[in-house]
């Protein structure tokens, strides 16, 4: 089973401000990495798909970088609807998760 | 648009069965794949299996073999999802979520439900 592990477990950031969340996987995942955005009683989101690329309606502030074992989402400009939970998946090898980053306004 | 919705929350007594409804709309129901996924209080989430909604076919996570069950009723649109033998570690929110490949194989999942938390209290 390939592992996730994101840091750090929570971000504390102002608003305006940019947050860096990461995740590592086990093994590599190629660019099958997907952040998704959950917040408390809602759907979770896709945000991005394929390691790198904006799923649908998702503002330009969120992006996604990296491949292999190493990626990174960065959100240039926090705004008060970007505080939540953001988990890595990885779907290259069946799916697994990372335990999540939690983004709290500072 | 894509929804899914799912039904509601449940308590259930340890060795009990829960079943978990996904109710799909704005879009083709059998030309994309349905997951399951849940997420245990402070755990991370953990995916439990898949169904080809066009032929019925459905693949399970090693952990749930023989206690996961994963059907559709494709008139209805509706997925579902039944786990037997409930133990206490079993109390998570249940989300279904959508394929974004198709039926295909699994790939990155495009839309989720917004889950149905199953307690498990004697």
């Known amino acids: 089973e390939i592992v996730m592990t994101q840091s750090p477990a929570t971000l504390s950031v102002s608003p305006g401000e940019r947050a860096t969340l990461s995740c590592r996987a086990s093994?590599?995942?190629?660019?099958?990495l997907a952040w998704i955005q959950q917040k408390p009683g809602q759907a979770p989101t896709l945000l991005i798909y394929?390691?790198?690329t904006r799923a649908a309606g998702v503002p330009a502030r969120f992006s996604g970088s990296g491949s292999g074992t190493e990626f990174t989402l960065t959100i240039s400009s926090l705004q008060s609807e970007d505080f939540a939970v953001y988990y890595c998946q990885q779907y290259n090898n069946w799916y697994t998760f990372g335990q999540g980053t939690k983004l709290e306004i500072k | 648009q894509v929804q899914l919705v799912q039904s509601g929350a449940e308590v259930k007594k340890p060795g009990a069965s829960v079943k978990v409804s996904c109710k799909a709309s704005?879009?083709?129901?059998?030309?994309?794949?349905m997951h399951w996924v849940r997420q245990a209080p402070g755990q991370r989430p953990e995916w439990m299996g898949w169904?080809?909604?066009?032929?019925?076919?459905?693949q399970y996570a090693q952990k749930f073999q023989g206690r996961v069950s994963i059907t559709r009723d494709a008139s209805a649109t509706t997925g579902y999802m039944e786990l037997t033998g409930l133990t206490f570690e079993d109390t998570a929110v249940y989300h279904c979520a959508r394929d974004s490949s198709g039926n295909g194989w699994m790939y990155y999942l495009d839309y989720w439900g917004q889950g149905a938390l199953v307690t498990v209290s004697s």
């Open positions: 704005g879009y083709t129901f059998t030309s994309f794949a």
């Open positions: 093994q590599s995942v190629s660019d099958k």
């Open positions: 169904i080809n909604t066009g032929n019925g076919d459905t």
């Open positions: 394929g390691a790198s």
